[in-house]
């Protein structure tokens, strides 16, 4: 199984700072048939369902505000947090879906 | 706007079944035999763990180790519902499980996901 392992555990982070994730894949996850990574990234409050907000890597989900942003190649992978709001309190997840079983990293939670 | 409703969770002795089921709103979802459907669970205090997927029309399935010979997935497109057949449960099987729809170009992309279903296996 391809293993997704995301740092650090927690991020403590000033209201309108950036906050960075990362996500490292025990495999590279970049596609040579399409030249994409088949990375993503969920956002999951408590009590509400996860929410996706990157694809390929780097696509932003519609509706996901452009603070949002995602980068990386290969096996190390970043979600960027410009100018974060309070609303962003959450648990940040990579997941691969180059190879089955899809896997989730452990998250990242990120607070005020 | 979409809408995924989950339903059949419970509290269930170890070894025991559970069907979960999954039901798009109809006038959303008019193509839902278009879309990939996944299942993915979060135990307690725990991460997301991916359970298993279903392509357009039932012929392709897949399931995460830990689940495979245990759970069945499968769909029925005339009433735009996913089933999720769970067997043999274990303890390490409770928490939250969530039906997600996938995104048509990207088919392990979850862009759409119902509120969940608390599945308790205890004695």
């Known amino acids: 199984d391809i293993v997704m392992t995301q740092s650090p555990d927690f991020l403590g982070v000033s209201l309108g700072e950036r906050a960075t994730l990362n996500c490292k894949s025990s495999?590279?996850?970049?596609?040579?048939?399409?030249?994409?990574?088949?990375l993503a990234w969920y956002q999951k409050k408590p009590g509400q369902p996860p929410k996706l907000l990157i694809y390929?890597?780097?696509t932003r989900q519609s509706g996901v505000p452009d603070r949002f942003s995602g980068s990386g190649s290969g096996t190390d992978f970043t979600l960027t947090i410009d100018s974060l709001q309070a609303e962003d309190v959450a648990v940040y997840y990579c997941?691969?879906?180059?190879?089955?079983?899809?896997?989730f990293g452990g998250g990242t939670e990120v607070e005020i | 706007e979409v809408q995924l409703v989950e339903s059949g969770g419970g509290l269930v002795q170890p070894g025991g079944s559970l069907r979960l089921s999954c039901e798009a709103s109809e006038s959303i979802f008019s193509d839902f035999s278009n879309y990939w459907i996944h299942w993915v669970r979060q135990g307690p205090g725990k991460g997301l763990q991916w359970v298993a997927r279903?392509?357009?029309?039932?012929?392709?399935?897949d399931y995460a180790d830990s689940v495979k010979g245990r759970f069945t997935i499968s769909r029925d497109n005339a009433k735009n519902t996913v089933h999720l057949e769970m067997h043999s449960l274990r303890v390490e099987d409770t928490g939250v499980y969530y039906c997600?729809?996938?995104?048509?170009?990207?088919?392990?992309?979850?862009?759409?996901w119902g509120q969940g279903t608390l599945v308790t296996v205890s004695t």
């Open positions: 390929w890597a780097s």
């Open positions: 997941q691969q879906y180059y190879k089955s079983p899809l896997t």
């Open positions: 997600a729809r996938a995104r048509r170009s990207c088919t392990s992309c979850l862009n759409y």
């Open positions: 495999h590279n996850i970049l596609n040579n048939s399409n030249n994409k990574n088949w």
């Open positions: 279903i392509d357009v029309d039932g012929s392709v399935t």
